[in-house]
T-cell receptor, first 115, second 116 residues
């Protein structure tokens, strides 16, 4: 079974600075997808970014980018120019291409933005 | 367009009562998922529906939990004889395809269930 680990329960960053959230995972599969979701206090899980394992190029979405290291099974999220609205819980998730293709989530990282 | 909706937003019930949680997926999405988010267990997969196929119930924690999806659209998660450990946020997600293609799962706002 796949597992996802987020080793940073909490992180904080000054507004306008850059922060990196860590995620590692364990799998024996070669093809899969990785996601970062954001969950603000409203509870709504919002997709931040996704990465296909077969793609070597790191995904980017505006101020959000990932560092995908397939061999190391690492998938970190970098947030540039942090904004107050970025404050939330961030979850890393793995999705197999087999079976139910359910999301396997990490424990989450609570990100605080300091003004 | 409209996103995934869930009702009720919050539910308080007494131990031993049955509850029903509803999910309206994004129109046209064939795959529907239920997850549970609790303090002790984090985010857990519960059940998956894909089109007219038999659901994958491998994540349901006990036989008190069941779910159905009518007409390939709305889904209801039922918890019978609720226990205090059932207290959690129940999240529903839908995606356009359940087959390889890894369509993104879009989440609803969740139902917070509190069992007294």
């Amino acid at each position: 079974a796949q597992t996802v680990t987020q080793s940073q329960p909490e992180m904080s960053v000054q507004e306008a600075e850059t922060v990196t959230l860590s995620c590692t995972y364990d799998t024996s599969e070669s093809d899969y997808y990785l996601f970062w979701y954001k969950q603000p206090p409203s509870r709504q899980m919002i997709l931040v970014i996704r990465q296909e394992a077969y793609k070597q190029q790191n995904a980017t979405e505006n101020r959000f980018s990932v560092n995908f290291q397939k061999a190391a099974k690492s998938f970190s999220l970098k947030i540039s120019d942090s904004q107050l609205g970025d404050a939330a819980m961030y979850f890393c998730a793995y999705r197999s291409l087999q079976g139910a293709q359910k999301l396997v989530f990490g424990q989450g990282t609570r990100l605080t933005i300091n003004p | 367009g409209a996103g995934v909706s869930q009702s009720p937003s919050n539910k308080v019930t007494e131990k031993g009562k049955d509850v029903e949680l509803r999910c309206d997926p994004i129109s046209g999405h064939t795959a529907l998922y239920w997850y549970r988010q609790s303090l002790g267990q984090g985010l857990e997969f519960l059940i998956y529906f894909q089109g007219n196929s038999a659901p994958d119930k491998s994540g349901l924690p006990s036989d008190r939990f069941s779910a159905e999806r009518t007409g390939g659209s709305v889904s209801t998660l039922t918890i019978q004889r609720t226990q205090q450990e059932d207290s959690a946020v129940y999240l529903c997600a839908s995606s356009a395809l359940g087959n390889s293609g890894a369509e993104t799962q879009y989440f609803g706002p969740g139902t917070r269930l509190l069992v007294l």
